[in-house]
């Protein structure tokens, strides 16, 4: 019964946690930049969302400003990169660490607790006769179908195919007149934003927001990212990929669950985490090395004897 519970409690973390991860698939697998920002853009998107709440905003629309905060921390990121030329990565950790203090300054303390106040989660319980988990899963699935869907929209644009072109040849679209600074900023400005919203979401729903509660964020997004790709991997559909991000979230928070219910300690997790991440990276490798070839067709066998 305890490892049920605590399955259906990390469903319903790894929806929420799955928006984040479509904010790395974006930055990582589409622009192919590697965006540290996302430890500092997470825990900015629980703290700008937990402080306009207690102020009195509704909830809703702190997770509109937790949004366009995070989008504002990936324009920074992406002009440290492209305008100051310095290394995608390192733009990533100079911001990463900017926000440690800005997120203080934010909150004017290193955490803001939510507990007694009304927060969108609170709301639907209320409005449905729900629990907090399946409050919690209800929200993550709709912030889920909603930004699947219109991130498959935005990339069918012309602006999207144009970040999707900047991620896989930099110096092909530029030849062909497209400012592929703008495209980064603009891939990094929306993957943040996802990320910070994630964030928001994941403070409401713990019932407060910590200056750390970011730390290892990236790995947890690249390694629901693999696991997702593992399951999916088959897939050429945009939105199924979308989708595989969220999936691969649940299934990295079930595992997690689950071994924390079988006995190891919490302070193991990132142990853990890297491990869960090699595995997932070594499978396709097993795959092809232990896979049959493929029978030769009755053309390919004619043409072995010529």
Request: glycine letters at 14%; proline letters at 3%.
């Amino acid at each position: 019964m305890g490892i049920l519970l605590a399955m259906e409690g990390a469903v319903s973390q790894g929806v929420l946690w799955g928006i984040m991860t479509m904010g790395v698939f974006i930055t990582f697998k589409v622009l192919d930049f590697p965006d540290m920002t996302v430890d500092g853009s997470f825990a900015l998107g629980g703290s700008v969302s937990a402080v306009l709440i207690v102020g009195g905003m509704n909830p809703l629309l702190s997770l509109g400003a937790a949004f366009l905060a995070g989008g504002l921390s990936g324009i920074v990121t992406g002009l440290l990169h492209t305008k100051l030329k310095i290394p995608g990565i390192l733009a990533g950790i100079l911001s990463m660490i900017a926000l440690y203090s800005i997120n203080i300054r934010v909150m004017g303390r290193a955490n803001t607790p939510l507990l007694g106040i009304t927060t969108l989660l609170s709301q639907i319980e209320g409005l449905f006769g729900m629990n907090k988990t399946a409050a919690s899963l209800a929200a993550g699935l709709v912030f889920s179908a909603v930004i699947t869907a219109a991130l498959y929209w935005f990339f069918g644009t012309e602006l999207g195919g144009a970040v999707r072109a900047t991620g896989d040849n930099e110096k092909m679209i530029r030849a062909l007149g497209v400012d592929t600074d703008r495209m980064k900023i603009a891939g990094l400005l929306l993957a943040d934003a996802l990320v910070a919203l994630s964030g928001a979401l994941v403070a409401q729903s713990q019932g407060y927001a910590d200056v750390g509660m970011g730390t290892g964020t990236i790995v947890i997004g690249l390694a629901s990212i693999i696991i997702g790709e593992v399951f999916f991997g088959w897939a050429r559909s945009f939105w199924v990929k979308l989708l595989a991000c969220v999936f691969g979230s649940v299934v990295y928070r079930i595992i997690i669950a689950i071994v924390l219910q079988l006995g190891l300690k919490s302070t193991d997790l990132k142990l853990l985490t890297a491990v869960i991440v090699a595995i997932a990276l070594s499978i396709p490798v097993v795959r092809q090395r232990y896979a049959k070839p493929a029978p030769l067709t009755p053309e390919e066998e004619g043409g072995t004897h010529d």
